[in-house]
């Protein structure tokens, strides 16, 4: 073998083997990236000088751990948004920082801004991935764009209408199990159970046309449902497991695959059963037979979706969008509609406003069903639950990366390849936006009153492109239960506050328990 003379590094004939000049070669590439690395991270450190920083807990946390998950998390949030009231940063150990934005003009230009421009933060959402595919939750790029297209027309109010039969349906069920529980001295409920419950009895009828009736009997899909949201929540808490290969090795990565193989067949089967019929009535007959029953499935339009070149959904990709509207759909309503209540029980002046004006709405009809046309007529319930979504968001932060430079209103620069969060919890709780903003007060969204704040500074759904497809149908199904909810229980609050908690979504430390006192007004 020839040898290579590097006599001249003075390094003498021991260098002149191959295998140290390879060893050389790729020490200095080392070496360059960990160099390049340095500037840019040095680089990126002077350009968020600019952002002011919360006292850190030491140099090597940062910021982290410092907002726990838990009510003096949200009470200390809430304190430093007297201090920081538009944008600061915060270090997530030594070398990882992350903008939070808390004011409605500085969120403007990341939530405007085109998908690609400022994409979701995958470190955030990764770890659904299996259970959800590239539902609309998840998918990115030109996939993401196609299918919010497509989907579009599924959430239109000439398919909604027909949703109103089960919302009041669902909510019948659940009344008549608390009439059944205060007969027998049970009063005092977990609203978050129950509702959780309804909302997904709900969803599998509009998304699948599947009654399993899991109200009243235990039924394996939902409790799978319920189990993948609690692995996911226990998951996004323990950040050494957001790495798959050390997630799948234990016991909870194991069940959670398990779990998500069973929620996959259900919807696979409903699927196959679903484009069988198709294929034997014909898209025109089976178009037919849906409008006689006046009722169009999610998974129906999904099946029946065509882009402008007829290019259609595959299966995997109907499955995704049916999973993650079953997933996105029911624990956000449910924290909506508990924490509604429990402003409601903490405020009887304003429940009893909302039960005269149901009461007026309905008169003598029988049986008494909210309509379609019905949920313009409830404008004080309506700025009752607004009110609440401010005060309780059910998702308090949502995340961005920016893939270029974006602009402030005041001039500062996000530079590019940084996570902002955006903490939708903090513009709602912002004192320069809200004044008092920890009281519950409906009357900030009276359509009376000409309101002065940014349309940015109320985001509970988020906005821009990728707000979320499902705010007329979780607004409808909020309305129709809280309205019959107030017409036929009296609403209050238990012996102890609740704790929230912030999790995926807003909840309270062991539920959120309140009392309910049947009115005597049946379901029937
Ligand atoms: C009170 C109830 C609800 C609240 C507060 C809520 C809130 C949100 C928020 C804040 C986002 C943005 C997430 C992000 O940017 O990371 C979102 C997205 C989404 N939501 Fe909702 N949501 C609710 C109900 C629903 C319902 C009922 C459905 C479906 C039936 C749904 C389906 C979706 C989907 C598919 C997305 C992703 C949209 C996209 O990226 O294109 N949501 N939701």
């Keep these: 073998m020839s040898q290579l003379s590097l006599s001249w590094l003075g390094l003498g004939p021991l260098a002149a083997s191959p295998w140290l000049l390879l060893l050389l070669l790729g020490a200095s590439w080392l070496l360059a990236r960990v160099l390049a690395w340095a500037y840019a991270f040095y680089d990126n450190c002077r350009r968020l000088r600019c952002f002011p920083e919360p006292p850190k807990r030491n140099w090597l946390l940062g910021h982290l751990g410092l907002v726990k998950t838990n009510e003096e998390g949200l009470q200390l949030i809430e304190k430093l948004g007297h201090y920081f009231r538009d944008i600061h940063l915060w270090w997530l150990g030594p070398f990882y920082p992350v903008l939070r934005l808390i004011h409605p003009k500085f969120i403007a230009p990341l939530l405007q801004a085109p998908a690609t421009v400022a994409p979701k933060d995958r470190l955030f959402y990764n770890f659904m991935k299996p259970w959800l595919g ?9 996939k993401w764009s196609h299918h919010r297209r497509l989907l579009t027309p599924a959430f239109h109010f000439e398919i909604l209408k027909p949703y109103m039969k089960i919302f009041n349906k669902s909510a019948d069920i659940m009344h008549d199990k608390w009439q059944r529980l205060a007969s027998e001295g049970n009063t005092r409920l977990d609203m978050f159970e129950h509702i959780s419950l309804m909302t997904l009895d709900s969803l599998q009828k509009c998304v699948f046309g599947f009654d399993s009736n899991c109200q009243e009997n235990p039924s394996e899909y939902i409790a799978a449902i319920l189990e993948l949201s609690a692995l996911v929540t226990k998951r996004s808490q323990q950040i050494f497991l ?8 234990t016991p909870d990565g194991r069940r959670f695959r398990r779990v998500c193989n069973l929620v996959h067949n259900f919807t696979d089967a409903v699927i196959q059963e679903r484009r069988r019929t198709l294929i034997s009535q014909g898209s025109h007959d089976f178009l037919k037979a849906k409008a006689k029953s006046k009722t169009l499935d999610f998974i129906d339009v999904l099946l029946l979706a065509k882009d402008e070149d007829g290019k259609k959904l595959s299966d995997e990709d109907i499955r995704a969008e049916a999973d993650t509207f079953m997933f996105e759909g029911h624990d956000t309503t449910a924290s909506g509609l508990s924490w509604a209540l429990y402003n409601l029980a903490r405020h009887p002046e304003y429940q009893e406003r909302c039960r005269q004006e149901v009461q007026q709405l309905l008169g003598d009809r029988e049986p008494k069903e909210i309509e379609w046309e019905d949920l313009a007529q409830l404008p004080f319930l309506t700025m009752c639950i607004k009110e609440s979504l401010r005060l309780h968001p059910p998702v308090t932060v949502i995340s961005r990366c920016c893939t270029q430079d974006i602009m402030l209103p005041d001039g500062r620069v996000i530079p590019k390849g940084n996570i902002c969060v955006i903490s939708i919890f903090g513009v709602h709780h ?21 309101q002065k704040r940014s349309p940015l500074a109320y985001i509970p759904f988020s906005v821009g492109p990728r707000n979320c497809i499902g705010q007329t149908f979780a607004m409808a199904e909020m309305k129709v239960v809280l309205a019959l909810t107030l017409l036929r229980f009296r609403v209050l609050p238990d012996y102890t506050e609740p704790r929230r908690k912030p999790e995926l979504i807003l909840r309270a430390e062991g539920g959120l328990w309140l009392r309910v006192q049947p009115l005597g007004t049946s379901t029937q």
């Design 430 to 450: 912002n004192p320069s936006v809200w004044p008092d903003p920890e009281v519950y007060n409906p009357f900030r969204f009276d359509p009376e009153i000409p």
């Design 242 to 249: 957001h790495m798959d290969f050390l997630y799948q090795l």
């Design 134 to 142: 590239d539902g609309l939750l998840l998918s990115a790029g030109d």
